[in-house]
């Protein structure tokens, strides 16, 4: 268990939500994920050390909504980092799907997210994926013991079991998020290096909330109809799972859209009103941070914006929330401080517009665990 100290820290505002709780917990949930990987370092390396030594292996990230996101996150950045290609496929899509997005004749490693485990197409995909895949391997991260992924058998499956307070208990995925995608990062590209990294990861998280809370808050009440995340390269699928924590946590009251800081320009653009907030997730790479930084100045010499926030490690123009002690980290790694602004901001929105943080759906139309999906069986 986490010291209650960390888990439970308590807000100004009262709110004593699953949600605030399991966004402040980050710091130490990040920390815990990765003791948890280094007492398994052993059996973790025993399991992919001959699948990379494959030199045609496929690597696939994979699961639905926030889990897949993860993978759109890291995609990019284990792709360059591991010198081969890896790709991010949704789980949606590869049941509706299967003929095109799984290769029969390819040897395969599917990385599975799941906070739950039990979403029926992240099931069905594994499913899938044993049936149509002559050499496959599955490795499942997963925040609960008792969902069906974490109850596959050993043989082509190996299992990282997180920390029992990443099982949100929240709608919303918080610590979940942070913890499988701090999980994939360590597991393909730590070595010896992660345990530093992850320090530096929580110091930023933590400089991050104490922040990035009361800004939010200020924003929430500035009551703005729609609002915008942009990113470039790791930041366009952070830019996606921001964009959807506050879709969340509001019900689907505030409509929200996500780019790249280039790919804005090519027509989404139009969505800016001077009722719009948009919040750019600015890059350390030098050449990536300059298009980013481009958006930001035309976006204010526009004067079309409600807001122009900026997230970032090191200093920007104008009104920018820094994350401090993080202009040496990698993107990789800010991406999880990052995030816990648009965490924050969904739940100061959910709670300004008199919504329940941890149920914002009333009427039951989504659920924590997605309900109503009917797994059809494909043609031979």
Request: aromatic share 6%.
């Amino acid at each position: 268990m986490l010291d209650s100290t960390l888990a439970v820290a308590q807000p100004s505002t009262g709110d004593e939500s699953w949600t605030r709780r399991e966004i402040l917990q980050q710091p130490a949930t990040l920390r815990a994920t990765q003791a948890i990987l280094d007492a398994r370092r052993d059996e973790i390396d025993a399991f992919m050390r001959p699948l990379l030594d494959q030199r045609g292996l496929r690597i696939m990230l994979c699961g639905a909504g926030t889990s897949a996101f993860i993978g759109e996150c890291l995609a990019p950045w284990l792709s360059a980092t591991l010198g081969r290609p890896v790709e991010a496929v949704a789980t949606t899509d590869i049941v509706s799907a299967p003929h095109l997005y799984l290769d029969a004749g390819r040897p395969t490693l599917m990385v599975s997210f799941g906070r739950s485990g039990n979403s029926p197409e992240s099931v069905a995909a594994v499913d899938l994926a044993d049936a149509r895949i002559a050499s496959v391997h599955h490795l499942v991260i997963t925040c609960n013991a008792q969902g069906a992924l974490s109850r596959r058998q050993p043989g082509n499956t190996f299992v990282v079991l997180l920390p029992e307070e990443t099982h949100d208990r929240a709608f919303a995925m918080t610590s979940s998020f942070s913890a499988m995608m701090l999980s994939a990062l360590s597991i393909f590209t730590g070595a010896g290096t992660m345990p530093a990294r992850v320090e530096a990861i929580a110091n930023a998280v933590e400089a991050m909330l104490g922040r990035s809370d009361h800004a939010a808050e200020t924003l929430a009440g500035a009551d703005f109809e729609r609002v915008v995340y942009l990113g470039s390269g790791v930041f366009q699928g952070l830019a996606r799972e921001a964009a959807l924590k506050l879709l969340e946590l509001t019900d689907g009251a505030i409509p929200t859209a996500f780019d790249s800081s280039l790919g804005f320009r090519h027509g989404p653009k139009t969505i800016v009103t001077p009722r719009t907030l948009v919040v750019v997730f600015v890059s350390n790479d030098p050449l990536t941070r300059l298009y980013d930084l481009d958006i930001i100045e035309e976006l204010r010499a526009d004067g079309r914006c409600g807001a122009v926030i900026v997230i970032a490690a090191r200093e920007a123009a104008g009104e920018t929330l820094l994350v401090e002690h993080a202009a040496d980290l990698v993107d990789a790694d800010l991406l999880f401080p990052y995030i816990t602004f648009a965490q924050l901001y969904g739940l100061h929105c959910s709670l300004r517009l008199g919504r329940t943080p941890d149920q914002p759906n009333a009427n039951g139309t989504v659920n924590r665990v997605v309900q109503g999906v009917r797994i059809h069986t494909p043609a031979a």
